[in-house]
């Protein structure tokens, strides 16, 4: 093997690559000097190192420099109040329109709760319905302190930290506060009651609370 790396280059693959083979003290001198240049902290000590083993070329890729990436800023509040990002259009206030959300939800529900069934138990039912997403369920007030509340039932179209935004079979946009309030979600005979002022908080927020079995309310 080592006499096939010291070994003259044939001339005909000479020509072929462009290059003129060395001489062997031209080739040892050009071996030397390249080792050097490559290994200069190992300099002193080449001729022993190469004799016990082999040895790594040092080899540094350029550094690039590294651009800093702007992240998109979301909107603030202001912006999106100016935006009406959140406003529902007069047009799409439709009862109708909403059905198969309601319909999705229901189905969500079924699925979330394993099926429900005369025998499953009511209150792990309650504290799945109040852990859920409940975009698309049909909401109902049965109290709340003030009384032109009570009564009001439609799809949920829009949950926020204080609110709920309900469409009613009537086609109103409704925004019912959740203080004070006692809303009612049913589905195939199951029955949950959401206590309003032990619920404010952001939809996203509400999977890792804990309610309690019972809930109170101060009319």
């Not at 709920?164 to 019912?176: G, P």
């Not at 949950?192 to 908080?201: A, C, D, M, P, V």
Request: aromatic share 8%; proline share 4%; charged share 30%.
């Amino acid at each position: 093997m080592e006499a096939d790396v010291k070994s003259k280059l044939p001339s005909e693959h000479a020509d072929i690559l462009g290059v003129q083979s060395q001489g062997t003290k031209q080739a040892a001198l050009f071996t030397s000097s390249f080792l050097k240049r490559s290994l200069p902290s190992r300099k002193d000590r080449l001729d022993e190192q190469l004799l016990r083993k082999a040895v790594v070329l040092e080899y540094s890729k350029p550094k690039k420099a590294k651009v800093k990436r702007k992240k998109a800023k979301g909107l603030n509040a202001r912006e999106r109040r100016e935006l009406k990002v959140f406003q529902i259009k007069p047009e799409h206030q439709k009862y109708s329109l909403f059905l198969p959300l309601h319909e999705l939800w229901k189905q969500y529900i079924r699925d979330l709760c394993n099926g429900l069934k005369p025998e499953s138990n009511p209150q792990t039912i309650q504290q799945k319905f109040l852990k859920a997403d409940l975009h698309g369920a049909v909401l109902t007030v049965v109290r709340s302190k003030c009384p032109s509340y009570v009564g009001s039932r439609g799809i949920l179209v829009q949950e926020m930290k204080h609110v709920f935004k309900i469409i009613t079979e009537e086609d109103k946009l409704k925004v019912i506060p959740k203080r004070n309030s006692v809303f009612s979600v049913e589905i195939d005979g199951f029955v949950s009651h959401i206590y309003g002022s032990k619920f404010e908080l952001r939809s996203s927020e509400r999977s890792a609370k804990k309610f309690k079995a019972r809930g109170t309310i101060d009319l």
